[in-house]
Each structure stands twice: as structure tokens, then as C-alpha cells.
């Protein structure tokens, strides 16, 4: 696809002393690379959303924010590692589980083992990845063990601005159905960061859509899937005929970040809309 079919759009220069950020999440790739999920082959919709993504001049971090694959096989994390690539070299870039992943059989990329350290350092800003995969379920938790996690990371760097990376989505987002599946330690976490000032910004999957909410002095954002999106304000499961996309963040030197999403152009990408699940 060209950068006119892509949708280019007029995303600002990030400022001097800026990080730029990108959130490219749940992309649900299998071994077979033809593969679909509910009408949408995956692997191709990720390629597409890498190019899309590679119109940023400047990339600092990339972070995938669970469900990289559907079907937990080494195959299917090699595709996703492959597509990372693209856009990481020398770019930094890191992951965490969502409840789609096998964490054990994505561990086994050895070339890209730093890819699973929960902490990264950027200038002026730290980011913690949180693991709030259950097992054998859809819901997620934040163990003690994550809670301590994040406790020690905010703690060793007092002088830097922090933002928090997780699967499921610690607010609701109205759609009844999705809210019954998002972190179960939502409140927890709320009150665990009310008086962390230095925490700026809490970034999630999961939900398949974009929102955005600002509450005590920290940004609140979901992000596109890079396939199958998630009709927004729906009681019951159903799907969104928008395309796939991606999450871009200017990390400012004073703390500020600036965000938006970015979308494929036109309606390549039709999903069935007449599923009740996957």
C-alpha cells in the first residue's frame, strides 16, 4: 500500500528533548500467516499499521501491549517479532502479556530478550510494564508481586516522569461486556497511584478501541487494535467496521504528553460483523 492509501495524517513534530512513543497492540497473529480472525487476516493488517507507523521520523520506543498472537505458538511470536523489528531497529522496544498470550513460548525468542524487561529508562521518563495476565482466564489481576513491581520502579527513579503499560483496562469503557473482563484490582490501582504525581500517563489494550480520560493529573489511553476493533458503548460482544490503527506519544521533557491515533485509510479491512465472540 502507498503512504496515500496508508493515511498519512499531519502528526506534529515531537518537540526538542521529546521521546516518541508507540503503542502497536494486540495484534493476534497465528502460526499461519494467511490465517483470520472473525474476517481479518491478521499478520497483513499488522504489516499494513508497521508501514503506517514508520511515517514518524523519530521512534524511541515501541510497546505491544498483550494479545501479540492468538494462538500462543513460537511461530506466531516469531511474526510478531519480525514485525517489531521493523520498525525497532535501533528503536528500543518491549512487551507485555495479555490473556490471548503464552508468555512461557514467547520467552523462548532469545534474540529478543531484553524485549521482555518490565522497565525501560528514556530521558526524563521511565516506563513499567505490568503482567496482568491470568491464567486460563479473560479478566485480569494484579498480583502483590506487580504491585511491588511498580512500587520499586517508581521509587528508583524519583527524578523522572513515569508511564504505566498494561493489558487490561483499568477504567471502564462502557461497554458492558468488556468491562466484566477488564483488571479486577481496577480500584486498587487507582488508589495506589493517587498520590504518585510522577506517574503522567496509564496506557492499556485489550478493549480493541480508543479512549481517553484525564483524572488527577494522569492521562487514561486505550489503543486501536492492529485488527478486529471493538464496537465502542456496546452492551453485548460486536465489532467496529473502523480500521486498524496505532497510538503515538510525545513524552515531553516537563512531563506533558502529547497523543493521538492513527488509522489505516479507506475500508480494507471489513471484519464479520455478524460474530458473537471469539
Given at each position: 500500500?502507498?503512504?496515500?492509501?496508508?493515511?498519512?495524517?499531519?502528526?506534529?513534530q515531537?518537540?526538542?528533548?521529546t521521546?516518541?512513543l508507540?503503542q502497536v497492540?494486540?495484534?493476534?497473529?497465528?502460526?499461519?500467516k494467511?490465517a483470520?480472525?472473525?474476517g481479518?487476516?491478521t499478520?497483513?493488517s499488522?504489516?499494513?499499521v508497521?508501514?503506517?507507523?514508520?511515517?514518524h521520523?523519530?521512534?524511541?520506543a515501541v510497546?505491544?501491549?498483550?494479545?501479540?498472537t492468538?494462538d500462543?505458538?513460537?511461530?506466531?511470536?516469531?511474526?510478531?517479532?519480525?514485525?517489531?523489528?521493523?520498525?525497532?531497529?535501533?528503536?528500543?522496544?518491549?512487551w507485555?502479556p495479555g490473556?490471548?498470550?503464552?508468555?512461557?513460548?514467547?520467552?523462548?525468542?532469545?534474540v529478543?530478550?531484553e524485549?521482555f524487561?518490565?522497565?525501560?529508562?528514556?530521558?526524563?521518563?521511565?516506563?513499567?510494564?505490568?503482567?496482568?495476565?491470568?491464567?486460563?482466564?479473560?479478566?485480569g489481576e494484579?498480583?502483590?508481586?506487580q504491585?511491588?513491581?511498580l512500587?520499586?520502579?517508581?521509587a528508583?527513579r524519583l527524578?523522572?516522569?513515569?508511564?504505566?503499560?498494561?493489558?487490561h483496562?483499568?477504567?471502564?469503557?462502557?461497554?458492558a461486556?468488556?468491562?466484566?473482563?477488564?483488571?479486577?484490582q481496577?480500584?486498587?490501582?487507582?488508589a495506589f497511584?493517587?498520590?504518585?504525581?510522577?506517574?503522567k500517563?496509564?496506557?492499556?489494550?485489550h478493549?480493541?478501541q480508543e479512549?481517553?480520560?484525564?483524572?488527577?493529573g494522569?492521562r487514561?489511553?486505550?489503543?486501536p487494535?492492529?485488527?478486529i476493533?471493538?464496537?465502542?458503548?456496546?452492551?453485548?460482544?460486536a465489532l467496529d467496521t473502523?480500521?486498524?490503527g496505532?497510538?503515538?506519544?510525545?513524552?515531553?521533557?516537563?512531563?506533558?504528553v502529547?497523543?493521538?491515533?492513527?488509522r489505516?485509510?479507506?475500508?480494507?479491512?471489513?471484519?464479520?460483523?455478524?460474530?458473537?465472540?471469539?
Open positions: 500500500m502507498s503512504q496515500k492509501e496508508m493515511g498519512v495524517s499531519n502528526i506534529p515531537p518537540k526538542a528533548d521521546s516518541v508507540l497492540s494486540d495484534c493476534h497473529l497465528y502460526a499461519d494467511q483470520k480472525l472473525l481479518i487476516a499478520f497483513e499488522l504489516a499494513d508497521v508501514c503506517l507507523a514508520q511515517q521520523t523519530q521512534i524511541d510497546l505491544g501491549t498483550g494479545d501479540l492468538q500462543g505458538s513460537l511461530a506466531s511470536y516469531q511474526h510478531a517479532a519480525q514485525a517489531y523489528r521493523r520498525l525497532a531497529e535501533p528503536t528500543a522496544v518491549r507485555c490473556n490471548h498470550d503464552d508468555w512461557q513460548v514467547a520467552q523462548a525468542l532469545t529478543e530478550r524485549w524487561n518490565p522497565i525501560l529508562d528514556l530521558p526524563h521518563w521511565r516506563i513499567t510494564l505490568l503482567s496482568t495476565k491470568v491464567l486460563n482466564a479473560v479478566h494484579l498480583t502483590a508481586e504491585f511491588d513491581v512500587a520499586r520502579s517508581l528508583e527524578d523522572a516522569f513515569h508511564l504505566v503499560a498494561l493489558h483496562h483499568p477504567r471502564p469503557v462502557g461497554s461486556w468488556m468491562d466484566k473482563i477488564g483488571l479486577h481496577a480500584e486498587q490501582l487507582h497511584l493517587a498520590d504518585k504525581p510522577q506517574v500517563a496509564v496506557i492499556c489494550g478493549v480493541h479512549l481517553e480520560v484525564q483524572q488527577d494522569i487514561w489511553l486505550t489503543s487494535s492492529t485488527c476493533q471493538f464496537l465502542p458503548n456496546s452492551d453485548d460482544f473502523q480500521q486498524p496505532y497510538r503515538w506519544l510525545h513524552l515531553q521533557a516537563d512531563g506533558r502529547e497523543t493521538g491515533v492513527e489505516l485509510a479507506g475500508d480494507r479491512y471489513q471484519p464479520d460483523i455478524t460474530a458473537g465472540g471469539y
